[in-house]
């Protein structure tokens, strides 16, 4: 591409990006608004116009799926050669470089997990900690080693902030478990992950020589998600830059939800007090959801009554289909009525891969589990094993290594499909659920990746695309854990959810107590919380889904209230139980029109009770007759939403039920 054509595909905010080559800059770049879009296309523009040689040029992000799409979309720009890595990544490149000339030997062992070493130190200062306790004194060790905090000092520091120990023991023992932490890794002679940017740090600060080198090499830096930099990464930046102002920072302060793990919206709201006279582009225009997605995510972050809250989304698309709040009567009834609605809208066309569940907690996943197996529904429970480390991902791509040196006429897809099925791929899904499906599923996202590496080979006028241009394709993506699409309904943490997006969202549990979660006791606890719900809303396209559970259990008291953070929205007619409110209580607030509707649908319902010679209300109970009276659906979807109605009764009643509404 040439560097007009290159600005050509930008709108005028991303274009100011994207010529605003010399730092420092400060993006503000809210959800959907294209903010990889714009900084890639600042760094092919930076090296078409020779502002920038790719070598010199390092950009940095938060995960390795995020670095591996940066680096395609630049190699697609023509801008080969620069550097795009996660802080880790790079850190650790660079301290494997010097580690020999400054320490001498080979680097240590990276361990991944902190959870048998500090298990070792808690026994070491006489603790009695079990498995979950153990994860909580690692993350506690973690947030002290990112946010630079001395063990000698955790005291203090937790004091003052207001931040409570893990598991149970006091700052002094949590002090004790963090230096016992740091002998035991010693004697073991291994690094953890923190380790990667501290020793580096150090070794930059201790060995001018280093850093110089360093500098030489790096001119120029891109840092995306700058809303989650933390005290040690930010630490590092400085040290890479040695005083110099050529940065570009991307962040959206309304999505900062890992203060916990040490993450600080700071760095970028105080960016312009560090450096006066940067320049400021802030990106509106979101591409990704439609206006009543963006209204809601607008909305809930104008009541936090703050100015930290990014940028107010402009919506690009076309109006779609209003924002669903739902209460159900517990927690199976929950799971069932979501799976069902995701049924629903498989039928009408939109691809399991392109729904999502998200939830606050892992364990919520448990009864959506069973609720889309029941129905027969495809899922994937995100945040398991990674998609490249599956057995059969990995025996799949050494048979496509041997199969890509025989020489062959046959099409890329043909010879995919062919090598796979010796690792249990075939052409038709099989009807078994559980291990059988996902190992089907793993398998057949390989071979659409196939079909669309070879569909973007032909579209960019490429001849056929070969197996051997495949399994490099493969091993690149592998190498930046970025796993394709597999076909199935996505069930997930609001967490996990970030950077990601899908057609149809539905975030449930949304109660007291899980949104905000319980633990969340300060005020900037629960403003967390309100980012991870909009961070959450923000994952949708069109279709969104509110909901909650009154009660945990079948016939549960229905203690539970809606959050805090929806009271604005979410509609007066759904928000009690039929349990709390009579019908009799109910009918007296209907007005003339809804009264008469009222009275014909219980005229229906009494001649459909008759023709199947059995009662009344196994048809549909009074408080549904007036729900529907209340809200008049007009569409099988709207139906569905009214409590009393479930699969089966939509299947038989429903286009009934919508008649005799119609006829009012």
Not at 470 to 494: C, I, K, S
Not at 548 to 575: I, V
Request: aromatic share 6%.
């Amino acid at each position: 591409m040439s560097a007009d054509e290159i600005l050509d595909a930008l709108d005028p905010e991303q274009r100011e990006v994207a010529t605003a080559l010399h730092g420092p800059v400060r993006v503000l770049a809210g959800a959907g608004t294209g903010k990889t879009r714009a900084i890639t296309h600042r760094i092919a523009y930076g090296v078409r116009v020779s502002a920038y040689n790719p070598q010199t040029v390092l950009a940095v992000t938060f995960t390795a799926r995020a670095a591996g799409e940066m680096r395609q979309r630049l190699r697609a720009l023509g801008a080969t050669g620069v550097q795009a890595r996660t802080f880790h990544a790079a850190a650790l490149r660079q301290l494997s470089y010097f580690w020999p000339q400054v320490v001498g030997g080979q680097i240590p062992q990276i361990v991944s997990q902190k959870a048998q070493l500090v298990g070792r130190a808690a026994r070491q200062v006489r603790l009695s900690v079990d498995r979950l306790a153990v994860r909580d004194l690692s993350s506690e060790i973690e947030w002290a080693k990112v946010s630079m905090i001395d063990p000698a000092d955790y005291p203090q520091v937790i004091g003052e902030i207001g931040r409570p120990t893990p598991a149970g023991v006091t700052p002094a023992q949590m002090t004790d478990v963090m230096r016992a932490y740091e002998d035991v890794k010693t004697e073991a002679v291994v690094l953890d992950f923190e380790d990667i940017l501290l020793l580096l740090s150090d070794i930059i600060g201790r060995h001018p020589e280093v850093g110089d080198q360093i500098r030489r090499q790096y001119r120029h830096f891109v840092v995306d998600e700058y809303q989650d930099v933390s005290t040690l990464q930010q630490f590092l930046l400085d040290q890479w830059l040695g005083g110099r102002e050529e940065l570009c920072v991307v962040g959206d302060p309304a999505q900062t939800i890992y203060s916990f793990a040490g993450a600080s919206p700071q760095h970028l709201l105080e960016f312009p007090q560090r450096f006066p006279g940067a320049t400021l582009v802030r990106l509106v225009r979101d591409y990704r959801s439609t206006p009543q997605v963006v209204n809601l995510a607008n909305g809930l972050m104008k009541q936090r009554g703050s100015a930290q809250t990014g940028v107010e989304l402009v919506a690009q698309r076309p109006s779609g289909p209003e924002v669903a709040y739902i209460a159900h009567q517990d927690d199976a009834e929950e799971a069932a009525r979501t799976a069902e609605a995701i049924g629903r809208l498989i039928d009408a066309g939109v691809p399991a891969r392109e729904i999502a569940v998200l939830y606050r907690i892992n364990s919520q996943s448990e009864e959506l589990e069973d609720a889309l197996s029941k129905r027969g529904i495809g899922y994937l429970v995100r945040g398991g094993q990674r998609f490249f480390a599956r057995d059969e991902v990995r025996k799949a791509m050494v048979l496509l290594r041997g199969a890509a040196v025989a020489a062959s006429e046959s099409t890329l897809g043909e010879r995919v499909r062919e090598t796979l099925m010796d690792v249990g791929w075939t052409e038709q899904a099989p009807a078994e659920r559980g291990a059988v499906r996902e190992r089907w599923d793993s398998l057949q996202a390989l071979v659409q990746l196939s079909d669309d590496f070879d569909a973007d080979a032909a579209g960019e006028g490429d001849n056929a695309a070969t197996l051997r241009q495949f399994v490099e394709h493969l091993a690149e993506r592998a190498t930046a854990q970025h796993a394709p699409a597999v076909e199935g309904v996505t069930l997930t943490t609001m967490h996990a959810a970030k950077g990601l997006e899908w057609d149809a969202v539905f975030i449930v549990g949304l109660s007291e107590g899980l949104l905000p979660i319980k633990m969340a006791e300060t005020d900037e606890a629960v403003s967390e919380e309100r980012r991870l719900l909009y961070v959450a809303i923000t994952r949708a396209r069109e279709h969104l889904t509110m909901s909650y559970a009154l009660s945990r259990k079948e016939g549960g008291r229905s203690h539970r209230k809606r959050t805090r953070f929806l009271e604005k929205w979410w509609p007066d007619a759904r928000q009690a139980s039929p349990r709390r409110a009579s019908s009799s209580s109910k009918l007296a607030e209907l007005d003339v029109e809804q009264l008469r509707l009222f009275e014909s649908l219980k005229a229906w319902r009494l001649e459909v009770s008759k023709a199947d010679s059995k009662p009344a209300f196994t048809v549909l109970v009074d408080s549904s007759l007036v729900q529907i009276a209340t809200s008049r659906p007009g569409t099988l979807s709207d139906l569905a939403r009214i409590n009393g109605i479930g699969a089966s009764k939509l299947e038989k009643y429903g286009l009934l039920i919508l008649e005799v509404v119609a006829a009012h």
